[in-house]
């Protein structure tokens, strides 16, 4: 098992024979890692549903962190504008709109390093609120006591996401405000209040295939591995300190979504943020890759994200369905 204490105090928190094991999975000729991925994805999953997430962000930019990739931190002149904590009943408004949309969880993102206590009260009412409505909930509000996770799960928070975003090596070069340490601990205090786990990364930041690896038996690791793992590529933000990153090798993605699959046979893979810079068909490359997840929703957080008629056309095209909330869980 791995702990954060592992990560900090001892070196690198991986085996060098789980490394070497994902490492020939991830160099199969593409044909026999596909079909190997596909075999373990039937084997758990309806192979054509693919679960249906809607994000909100509650409260935009400003952030204290220093995260190169983001366009919410305060580091970088990304040209967004900050806004406060939304009130809870215009968040339960566009929840409604998402449900109507045919999502069944409800993602709800802040930009900050942690929640302030005096916040607390209103993240609960908007938990409370959302799940009324019968949808999961989810949030990401960075970093979490023991206490405050113990308040969102009281209030009946389904899911945290927490990514780990890349390698244990590769972190320090992309964010120097917190520590990978730091994202492990937090993903513990959810875990063991019992809150389910969505934590994945950023492919794309400039990190090598190896860093890609090395981040998914990471995940895989954890003493219980997420129920979710969302696969991001990188929208690049100008002004942010990635702006110029070269793009990932399509195929490179593809078989990055395989081994998660692999490797995390029962998680929820999602094809994450970056889809309106994939063509249709590198989409369902990753989903018979074992992707079963995406956000719907023409905007993310702050970025793109593909229209809901493009979406609904291509899981015409690709004979794919939204799966419903009791297959999902
Ligand atoms: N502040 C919280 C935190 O960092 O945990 C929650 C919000 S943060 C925006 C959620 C995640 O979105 C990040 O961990 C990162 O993986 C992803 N993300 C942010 N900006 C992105 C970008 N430009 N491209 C791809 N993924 C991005
Ligand atoms: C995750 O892994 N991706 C989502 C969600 N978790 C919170 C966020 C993607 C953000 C993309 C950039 C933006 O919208 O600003
Ligand atoms: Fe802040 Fe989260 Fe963006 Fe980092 S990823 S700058 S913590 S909003």
């Given at each position: 098992?791995?702990?954060?204490?592992?990560?900090?105090?001892?070196?690198?928190?991986?085996?060098?024979?789980?490394?070497?094991?994902?490492?020939?999975?991830?160099?199969?000729?593409?044909?026999?890692?596909?079909?190997?991925?596909?075999?373990?994805?039937?084997?758990?999953?309806?192979?054509?549903?693919?679960?249906?997430?809607?994000?909100?962000?509650?409260?935009?930019?400003?952030?204290?962190?220093?995260?190169g990739y983001c366009s919410?931190?305060?580091?970088y002149p990304t040209?967004?504008?900050?806004?406060?904590?939304?009130?809870?009943?215009?968040?339960?408004?566009?929840?409604?709109?998402?449900?109507?949309?045919?999502?069944?969880?409800?993602?709800?993102?802040?930009?900050?390093?942690?929640?302030?206590?005096?916040?607390?009260?209103?993240?609960?009412?908007?938990?409370?609120?959302?799940?009324?409505?019968?949808?999961?909930?989810?949030?990401?509000?960075?970093?979490?006591?023991?206490?405050?996770?113990?308040?969102?799960?009281?209030?009946?928070?389904?899911?945290?996401?927490?990514?780990?975003?890349?390698?244990?090596?590769?972190?320090?070069?992309?964010?120097?405000?917190?520590?990978?340490?730091?994202?492990?601990?937090?993903?513990?205090?959810?875990?063991?209040?019992?809150?389910?786990?969505?934590?994945?990364?950023?492919?794309?930041?400039?990190?090598?295939?190896?860093?890609?690896?090395?981040?998914?038996?990471?995940?895989?690791?954890?003493?219980?591995?997420?129920?979710?793992?969302?696969?991001?590529?990188l929208i690049p933000i100008p002004g942010s300190k990635l702006a110029d990153a070269?793009?990932?090798?399509?195929?490179?993605?593809?078989?990055?979504?395989?081994?998660?699959?692999?490797?995390?046979?029962?998680?929820?893979?999602?094809?994450?943020?970056?889809?309106?810079?994939?063509?249709?068909?590198?989409?369902?490359?990753?989903?018979?890759?074992?992707?079963?997840?995406?956000?719907?929703?023409?905007?993310?957080?702050?970025?793109?994200?593909?229209?809901?008629?493009?979406?609904?056309?291509?899981?015409?095209?690709?004979?794919?369905?939204?799966?419903?909330?009791?297959?999902?869980?």
């Open positions: 098992m791995l702990s954060s204490a592992a990560a900090s105090s001892e070196g690198s928190i991986l085996k060098d024979d789980q490394l070497e094991d994902a490492r020939i999975i991830y160099n199969l000729s593409l044909n026999d890692l596909l079909f190997r991925a596909q075999q373990v994805h039937r084997a758990h999953f309806d192979p054509n549903a693919i679960q249906m997430s809607r994000l909100l962000s509650i409260k935009t930019g400003g952030c204290a962190e220093d995260c919410q931190s305060a580091r040209g967004l504008k900050a806004s406060k904590l939304m009130e809870v009943e215009r968040v339960l408004t566009q929840a409604r709109k998402a449900k109507e949309g045919g999502a069944t969880r409800y993602c709800m993102g802040a930009a900050w390093r942690n929640p302030k206590d005096r916040d607390m009260d209103a993240l609960v009412a908007m938990i409370e609120g959302v799940k009324a409505l019968g949808m999961e909930t989810c949030m990401t509000l960075g970093m979490l006591t023991a206490e405050q996770s113990g308040k969102l799960a009281d209030a009946g928070l389904d899911y945290y996401n927490h990514n780990i975003d890349t390698s244990e090596r590769y972190y320090s070069e992309i964010i120097t405000t917190r520590t990978f340490a730091d994202r492990l601990d937090t993903l513990a205090n959810v875990r063991n209040d019992g809150i389910k786990v969505c934590a994945g990364g950023i492919l794309g930041m400039g990190e090598t295939v190896e860093d890609r690896i090395s981040m998914l038996v990471t995940l895989a690791n954890l003493p219980v591995p997420p129920e979710s793992v969302p696969i991001n590529m070269a793009p990932v090798d399509p195929i490179d993605f593809v078989r990055t979504i395989a081994l998660a699959r692999i490797l995390m046979p029962r998680s929820h893979v999602r094809l994450s943020a970056g889809r309106t810079d994939m063509s249709d068909e590198m989409q369902a490359l990753c989903f018979f890759a074992g992707a079963n997840s995406i956000f719907i929703g023409d905007t993310l957080l702050t970025a793109g994200n593909p229209d809901e008629d493009h979406d609904a056309a291509l899981f015409r095209r690709l004979g794919l369905k939204p799966m419903q909330l009791e297959q999902a869980q």
